[in-house]
């Protein structure tokens, strides 16, 4: 059995002085149970917590890690550059080169804004669709999630398409009213959404590949339908590239299904583990923003020096030939792996992936949308987790989260999670 003194102390320690003793509720195994580990050091795929237990790692920093924990380039340019200040809140060069980097790889992006976190560059473009359209409606679906910005703070209460009410308390109903929420993976949907509200809506909001229901791909079509529907309302479609930009292909959701969004949010992988966020897209559109337009945006810490360069750095690694084709390669076995243990323990589960994101799902039913994921039996998500972590493997806390792989797992890593799976699922029978 793991020892978890110092993780117990510490987390009865963070009490007193955090509420829940957490930064992100997710942090808090509140969906699992049990006492959060506290990480004391990560190097490649693994990390260690702070009474010396070893995991290999698939939450990664939930997503920006995908070069692993302390890769050397990384470290190597963050310390060249820490001895030459860390922050200037004027421009430096660097923000110069990953703004050319993400310009170049991303389709639909001609101009890009750095900011600090996915929430605010969802927020910001928020703006920039309203002031575009002169509209203030917004159509999210259920189960996405953007950041905790207000508007965006809304999921359907029932499984159909209905007027959004606050997810959170704090957000005031009229923000909240402004947001509707449709159905992921139904195009007739956002249809009926657009029809009810022809004039209202300034944009359809969507992650291409939803990651925050557990990883759902969308269906055939389905983006598709929503470039069509956006063009013919007039509506601005933003594609929430968080979790997906960089990561399912180089260019992104947009370059895999050769859907163009108007705008798109980046994070994660673009800051290789430190805090950025980025807003980018038609130039038109990215032009409103102060000091070129009257959409105002800012930030003291925006194109921070060393949150470019970690994203510099992770970008020139991912992006040379053959990474993403690893990393496919990588995610394919795991899948694969997961979906044999399913079927020899006979466990009603499923495996679901688009890259290297996955989720195991504890349903025996395709999940295409919020409602066919929240079937899935969260208590056994609950146990096998505790599974896995007893085993080594550290598995993000939800059921409704993506598994993050990395370009530092190795083809040993994946066959030992397979087996450690098929051991935890045999013993949730
Ligand atoms: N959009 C998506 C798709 C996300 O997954 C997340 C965070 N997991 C966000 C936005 C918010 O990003 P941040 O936590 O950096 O504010």
């Not at 002169?134 to 209905?162: C, M, N, P, Q, W």
């Not at 759902?216 to 529907?229: I, Q, S, T, Y």
């Not at 020096?305 to 991912?318: K, N, Q, V, W, Y």
């Not at 890259?355 to 079937?375: I, M």
Request: charged share 20%; aromatic share 6%.
């Amino acid at each position: 059995m793991q020892k978890h003194d110092r993780s117990e102390s510490l987390f009865a320690q963070a009490l007193e002085v955090i509420p829940g003793g957490v930064d992100s509720p997710v942090r808090a195994y509140g969906s699992v149970g049990g006492t959060p580990l506290f990480i004391a050091r990560g190097q490649g795929a693994h990390i260690v917590d702070t009474d010396g237990n070893r995991y290999l790692d698939y939450v990664c920093s939930w997503g920006p890690l995908v070069l692993g924990h302390a890769h050397h380039r990384v470290v190597g340019a963050l310390r060249d550059l820490v001895m030459n200040g860390t922050s200037f809140g004027a421009p430096s060069p660097l923000e110069v080169a990953l703004a050319r980097t993400v310009v170049d790889t991303v389709p639909s992006i001609d101009l890009v804004r750095f900011v600090s976190s996915g929430t605010e560059a969802n927020m910001t473009a928020l703006r920039l669709a309203r002031a575009h359209t002169g509209r203030d409606g917004i159509i999210k679906f259920a189960g996405g999630y953007h950041g905790h910005t207000d508007a965006l703070l809304v999921e359907a209460g029932s499984g159909s398409a209905t007027l959004g009410v606050p997810s959170s308390a704090g957000v005031p109903a009229a923000f909240a009213g402004l947001t509707l929420v449709a159905q992921y993976n139904d195009v007739d949907s956002v249809e009926a959404l657009l029809q009810a509200n022809r004039e209202g809506i300034a944009a359809v909001i969507v992650e291409p590949v939803a990651a925050n229901m557990g990883v759902v791909a969308p269906a055939p079509g389905f983006l598709e339908g929503l470039r069509e529907l956006t063009l013919r309302y007039g509506a601005v479609l933003i594609f929430d590239e968080v979790i997906s930009g960089f990561r399912v292909a180089p260019g992104g959701a947009q370059e895999l299904y050769g859907v163009t969004p108007d705008l798109t949010c980046l994070g994660k992988i673009i800051g290789g583990g430190l805090p950025v966020g980025a807003v980018g897209g038609r130039r038109d559109i990215m032009e409103l923003l102060a000091p070129l337009g009257p959409v105002y945006q800012a930030g003291t810490l925006s194109g921070n020096p060393l949150a470019m360069a970690a994203g510099s750095e992770t970008l020139a690694e991912l992006l040379r030939p053959g990474a993403h084709e690893k990393l496919e390669t990588l995610s394919a076995h795991l899948e694969e792996g997961l979906a044999w243990a399913i079927a020899e323990v006979k466990i009603a589960a499923r495996v679901q992936r688009v890259g290297s994101v996955l989720t195991l799902f504890f349903t025996g039913d395709e999940v295409t949308n919020f409602p066919s994921a929240s079937r899935s039996d969260r208590e056994r998500f609950g146990r096998f987790f505790h599974g896995m972590l007893e085993r080594g493997f550290y598995l993000p806390p939800s059921q409704f989260e993506a598994w993050f792989v990395s370009l530092a797992h190795t083809q040993a890593d994946i066959e030992a999670t397979v087996d450690a799976a098929r051991e935890a699922m045999a013993g949730l029978a």
